[in-house]
C-alpha cells in the first residue's frame, strides 16, 4: 500500500496519540493538530490523504474546518469522530463528502481497517462510508 497521509485533528491529547499509534502501524504517514490553525498549516505544507476532525475543537467545529480545509485541497477525503451522535451534524458531515462518522469511544482497530479501506478503494467515488448514529450504524 502507498503510504497515505493522514491527518488527525482532536483536541483530546490520547484520542490523538492512540490513533497515531494504530494508524502508523497500520502502514499511514500520520499528522496530528489540536485546533484549525494547525491543521490548517499541516494541509498546506504536507497535504494529507485523509483527514479525521473531530466535530467540538475549540473555537471552530470539525464542520467549518472541513469547508476550510477543501479550499486548499478539494480531494481530501474525509472522516468524522466524536463523542456524541446528533443527526444534524452526521448529515452536515455527508452534505461536505466525508466519509464517515464514528461515535467515541470506537472500536480502534475497526476505524483503522475502514481508513485502510478509503484508501486503496474506489469508495469515496461511490459514495459508500460509515455511519454510527445513537450506537447503531448505518451504511
Not at 27 to 38: D, L, M, P, Q, R
Not at 71 to 98: L, N, Q, T
Request: glycine share 8%; with cysteine; net charge negative.
Amino acid at each position: 500500500m502507498q503510504s497515505y497521509k493522514v491527518l488527525i485533528v482532536d483536541d483530546e491529547y490520547w484520542v490523538k496519540i492512540m490513533l497515531q499509534e494504530v494508524l502508523i502501524n497500520s502502514g499511514f504517514t500520520v499528522f496530528t493538530a489540536s485546533n484549525h490553525i494547525e491543521a490548517v498549516e499541516v494541509v498546506k505544507n504536507d497535504q494529507p490523504d485523509i483527514v479525521i476532525l473531530d466535530v467540538n475543537l475549540p473555537e471552530m467545529d470539525g464542520i467549518s474546518l472541513l469547508s476550510k480545509i477543501q479550499e486548499i485541497k478539494s480531494d481530501i477525503k474525509a472522516v468524522f469522530i466524536s463523542g456524541y451522535s446528533d443527526a444534524g451534524c452526521v448529515e452536515m458531515a455527508k452534505a461536505r463528502g466525508a466519509l464517515g462518522f464514528f461515535i467515541k469511544p470506537f472500536d480502534i482497530l475497526e476505524f483503522a481497517t475502514f481508513l485502510v479501506e478509503i484508501s486503496t478503494s474506489g469508495m469515496a467515488s461511490r459514495g459508500e462510508g460509515k455511519w454510527e448514529m445513537n450506537g447503531g450504524t448505518a451504511q
